[in-house]
């Protein structure tokens, strides 16, 4: 009896956490446009216009934060609630529409548009969206969360079909996208490679049987293990460092065609709002996760009780109905408190980045959030993705933001350029952060500049003394 209920309910878990982390996946603006489409498909769910709490649907006198969902638990906590209203709406001065056109911020091309685009005619129709839920899931650095397998499962696709994706999106710009690590990047990447003889296939060894050792520079131990001379292994490195990025995604984030450049607002409706509150500009702050409609959603239940009073083929069509207007009211709610209590705890952990900008931003990684609110790390990731959050100086920047464990060097590298009487080079820079407390590589330095687009020394160089000026 207990193996009879367990498999009945087994099939309902798993669409209702399939359907949550596809909800989880959505910008308000692509929730909006799912639940709509899912009212016109769907009798049996109703939209009840009123303003309410979406969260315990306590009726609300405005559009504030309910008094039963937003109690803090400390003083300084934020006022963290799921707002009524379905969009930001910004004051006279803040009115986008209102500026010149000169001045209206233009969206960036994301990672999974610039790679949808590429395998359009590539792509089967059928493997659209198993596609876009792999590149929505990939993490910042462009690798997969979940293996293989976990992915068919969610999608509720064939491994044979999930093999077939990944690889086409492993092969396109930037390629190595949707591999399980900078090893596997590596070794895609050198499939896309001409083969030239020997140093090609001496770089696929080294990143098979040597990959830690090439990562530590045990050029005499590389040698030894395969029996070639420490000579052609450098030459070998070299390759490796010049033709191929153990990181697919931050490659693309520094190609000048990601939301870091120089105009970081690039959204024109937030998903999340957060202002000083408006009794004590020094208190709590107050942080607002808009709705995807103004209401709420609810199963019909006049189509419930409609259903008791029929007979024949009709009771198991509406049955249907319901169940799936109820499994989406329960998806959507559990999206909801996903995202208050992902918000909760971002704020509380960075509210000096909140208040004073990107050079107080802690390092923070999405797993130990996880670990924190109690879900699977690739949730926080799903989270994350496509939202943006409007901060109380005006800035709108896109959530994932939060965790760029770069951007405090990033802007303290800016500074340092900003304020040099003379270009200086990498490792200049680098020794300056390193009195300061930061152990970063020349490299790595190199990689911060190309990202904030600033132009190596010797460039620099030229340019001021063109301009008259430093760059």
Same mark, same amino acid.
């Given at each position: 009896?207990?193996? !009879? ?54 009726r609300l006198n405005n559009a504030g934060p309910c008094p039963a969902c937003s109690i803090q638990h400390q003083e300084?906590? %934020? ?28 969206? %960036? ?52 079909? !999930?093999?077939? !994706? ?14 399980? =690590? ?16 020997? +140093? ?5 060894? +080294?990143?098979? =049987?040597?990959?830690?050792?090439? =990562? ?9 293990? $395969? ?17 191929? @990025? ?7 984030? *520094?190609?000048?065609? =990601? ?14 709002? +957060?202002?000083?509150? &408006? ?17 709420? $959603? ?58 004073? *900008? ?25 989270? !994350?993705?496509?939202?943006? +959050?409007? $901060? ?5 920047? %896109? ?19 900003? @304020?040099?009487?003379? &270009? ?8 300056? $952060? ?38």
């Amino acid at each position: 009896m207990f193996q !009879v209920q367990e498999q009945s309910q087994r099939p309902l878990t798993t669409a209702h956490l399939a359907q949550t982390m596809s909800l989880l996946l959505l910008s308000n603006m692509e929730l909006r446009d799912t639940v709509m489409a899912e009212l016109s498909s769907n009798p049996a769910l109703e939209l009840v216009e009123e303003t309410v709490c979406p969260n315990c649907q306590r009726r609300l006198n405005n559009a504030g934060p309910c008094p039963a969902c937003s109690i803090q638990h400390q003083e300084q906590d %934020p006022i963290v609630f799921l707002s009524p209203r379905d969009s930001f709406r910004p004051s006279r001065s803040q009115n986008l529409e209102e500026q010149p056109p000169d001045h209206e911020p233009a969206a %960036p091309e994301d990672l999974t548009t610039h790679v949808l685009q590429q395998l359009a005619s590539d792509l089967h129709p059928d493997d659209r969206r198993l596609a876009i839920y792999i590149l929505s899931s990939l993490d910042e650095d462009g690798f997969l969360q979940d293996p293989p397998a976990i992915i068919a499962r969610s999608t509720r696709s064939s491994f044979f079909q !999930v093999d077939r !994706v990944l690889k086409l999106i492993s092969q396109v710009d930037p390629p190595g996208l949707a591999t399980t =690590g900078p090893k596997q990047a590596l070794l895609a990447q050198l499939d896309l490679l001409p083969d030239d003889g020997s +140093i090609l296939r001496l770089a696929r060894q +080294i990143i098979e =049987g040597y990959f830690t050792e090439l =990562g530590r520079r045990e050029i005499e131990k590389i040698a030894e293990g $395969l029996e070639i001379s420490p000579s052609k292994i450098r030459q070998a490195a070299a390759f490796i460092h010049d033709n191929l @990025n153990p990181y697919p995604g931050r490659a693309f984030w *520094g190609s000048g065609r =990601g939301p870091q450049g120089s105009n970081p607002n690039v959204y024109h409706s937030p998903d999340i709002l +957060i202002t000083h509150n &408006p009794s004590d500009a020094k208190g709590p702050l107050v942080v607002e996760i808009f709705s995807a409609v103004s209401g709420w $959603l609810r199963v019909n239940p006049m189509f419930s009780k409609a259903r008791a009073r029929t007979n024949g083929d009709q009771i198991e069509e509406w049955s249907k109905y319901i169940e799936r207007a109820s499994l989406f009211v329960k998806c959507l709610q559990q999206r909801n408190n996903t995202m208050r209590r992902l918000l909760q705890t971002l704020v509380i952990k960075q509210r000096d980045f909140i208040m004073n *900008g990107d050079r107080y931003l802690k390092p923070m990684t999405r797993a130990k959030i996880a670990d924190e609110i109690g879900v699977h790390e690739s949730t926080i990731s799903r989270a !994350v993705a496509h939202k943006s +959050i409007a $901060l109380p100086d005006g800035r709108i920047i %896109p959530l994932a933001r939060f965790f760029d464990r770069s951007l405090a060097v990033r802007d303290r590298i800016k500074e340092i350029v900003k @304020n040099e009487k003379q &270009p200086l080079t990498d490792d200049q820079i680098a020794d300056i $952060l390193k009195n300061e407390g930061v152990n970063i590589a020349r490299r790595t330095v190199a990689k911060y500049r190309s990202i904030e687009n600033i132009l190596p020394a010797r460039l620099r160089h030229r340019n001021g003394a063109r301009n008259g000026e430093q760059v």
